[in-house]
């Protein structure tokens, strides 16, 4: 049995969104830059894609520019936001658990002299309001804030920071990475009230290599490469097309199907929850087990066990799960995240990430339970001797 368990790294993609990529291929290879026939039925292809998100984020059309996906929407939003405004000011304010695509784009500005405030989390993964109330002064001119962990899906109250960034300083922008958040919660960026918001294609059943920003009414970014000025210049380079219809098509069906998925993934959580307390000892739950919690998501340590060791005997058997972030656990590092909730050693290196989705049934959560039941006992034996 093939048990998936990490679609917070990327998810199947649906076959209708497959089916579109496909028949996007084969025949409709127009270029939506050519005035001809064939290039403009691939502008409207791409216009109705534009037109499904942005009603799915209940926004205008001309708000929604599309990417390569989550961690270019992150540095076109962070760098394009910095770059525009410098003049004003040269303070930004982060978290400390934020994905790469975030931190790496801060730390880079860090090294050219800007002053970055990194904000702490408490055991959950939740900032202190207070401390960014302190924090934000009259040289801040950006807050980039995650809507959802990839690692312990804490969600974060974006509209409570949005409140108290704008009553503190109504010219600091927030950018939001909704990349983990998009597709699994509310995300009505106007009741939100952000700036700038980015998601990814992959994270919810469409094609890789596709994403977006959403870029409110009125919000100056400058662009970070130049070209044939494509997505109203700040995009550049010849759409994929193939994509872009791709995640059209899988949010038109999401939009349809949203709660019925987001109650099954919920209830195929719950149950996997439930069994792996009263089948296996010696663990400790790293997420929040509440609606402060993504449904998607559940990080695990289980101690006296090497997350990797156990990630390579459950896919043995067919059971795939992450130790850190997918995105960067090539990396040896160990996970900034959990470090910053204050884990233990023990408890970083014994954490696994399970994520869930529509597609994962009961009877595959049964066989995974088997499997890893099997699995922590037998490594506990071996690094127990
Ligand atoms: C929170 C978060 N931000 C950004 C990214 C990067 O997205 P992409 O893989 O589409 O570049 C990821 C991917 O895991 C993520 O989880």
């Known amino acids: 049995m093939k048990v998936y368990l990490d679609n917070s790294s990327t998810t199947r993609p649906r076959d209708e969104a497959i089916d579109e990529v496909i028949s996007m291929m084969k025949y409709e290879y127009g270029n939506p830059s050519s005035l001809h026939r064939m290039g403009l039925e691939a502008e409207r292809k791409i216009e109705s894609s534009r037109k499904n998100i942005a009603d799915f984020l209940k926004c205008n059309k001309s708000e929604i520019f599309f990417t390569s996906g989550g961690t270019e929407s992150n540095n076109i939003a962070i760098q394009g936001l910095i770059n525009k405004n410098i003049k004003r000011g040269n303070h930004i304010i982060t978290s400390k658990f934020e994905h790469s695509s975030v931190l790496k ?11 970055i405030t990194y904000l702490d989390l408490n055991a959950h993964g939740m900032i202190d309001l207070e401390q960014l109330k302190e924090i934000i002064n009259e040289n801040t001119i950006l807050v980039s804030i995650m809507m959802v962990n990839n690692e312990i899906g804490t969600v974060l109250p974006i509209e409570s920071i949005s409140q108290i960034v704008k009553q503190k300083n109504k010219d600091t922008n927030l950018h939001v990475d909704g990349i983990q958040a998009f597709g699994k919660i509310e995300t009505d960026v106007k009741k939100l009230k952000v700036d700038t918001f980015s998601f990814s294609s992959h994270k919810v059943h469409g094609p890789k290599g596709v994403g977006g920003l959403y870029v409110k009414k009125d919000i100056a970014l400058e662009p970070i490469s130049f070209g044939g000025s494509q997505e109203n210049g700040l995009r550049s380079g010849t759409e994929n097309v193939p994509g872009i219809v791709g995640f059209g098509k899988s949010i038109q069906i999401l939009k349809e199907t949203y709660d ?28 929040l087990q509440d609606d402060r919690c993504a449904p998607h998501i559940l990080n695990i340590s289980f101690i006296g066990v ?20 997918a995105c960067s656990s090539h990396g040896k590092k160990k996970s900034h995240v959990l470090e910053a909730i204050g884990l233990s050693d023990a408890e970083i290196e014994g954490a696994i990430r399970f994520s869930f989705s529509h597609y994962n049934t009961i009877e595959e959560i049964d066989y995974a339970i088997e499997i890893l039941k099997e699995s922590v006992i037998d490594i506990r034996k071996i690094t127990m001797r």
């Open 260 to 287: 019925k998925e987001i109650q099954h993934i919920k209830e195929v959580k719950n149950y996997f929850l439930t069994n792996l307390k009263s089948n296996i000892e010696g663990i400790k739950i790293n997420s």
């Open 306 to 325: 090497r997350g990797e060791v156990l990630l390579h005997y459950l896919e043995d058997k067919g059971v795939y799960v992450s130790t850190a972030s």
């Open 105 to 115: 784009v801060l730390k880079h500005y860090e090294n050219k002299g800007l002053k």
